[in-house]
């Protein structure tokens, strides 16, 4: 199973994008989810947080204009993001604890990670 990030662009200062992260696979049941970013040159870092229960946290960075959701009938966890500012630019990544059933009904639980999607925000 992958998670598919979309939703990526080139955006101008004090717009906005969304980004979606699915699974790849039919069934696949997110737990916890996180979008990670990764900008040129830096180590990757944690943006925002949501639990299963819907408990949400965010890096000091983006609190009051980022916003994390999860949309658990569509399987999919979103990425508000408004207000965007040069310092976003980065590769995007969403992480989630989940779990999905193997054709004889295995489950299989784990960690897994998106391949990224490109926000680049000119001044």
């Known amino acids: 199973v992958q998670l598919q990030a979309s939703g990526g662009g080139l955006v101008q200062a004090g717009g906005s994008l969304r980004l979606s992260c699915a699974a790849s696979r039919s069934g696949f049941s997110f737990n916890a989810v996180a979008w990670y970013r990764q900008a040129p040159g830096k180590q990757r870092e944690l943006v925002a947080a949501i639990t299963s229960g819907g408990s949400m946290n965010y890096a000091d960075s983006v609190k009051g204009r980022f916003t994390i959701s999860r949309d658990n009938a569509k399987n999919t966890v979103y990425l508000q993001m408004n207000s965007l500012k040069p310092e976003d630019t980065a590769v995007y990544y969403c992480?989630?604890?989940?779990?999905?059933?193997?054709?004889?009904?295995?489950?299989?639980?784990?960690?897994?990670w998106g391949q990224g999607t490109e926000v680049t925000v000119s001044s």
């Open positions: 992480n989630a604890q989940g779990r999905y059933y193997l054709d004889d009904d295995t489950p299989v639980v784990g960690n897994f």
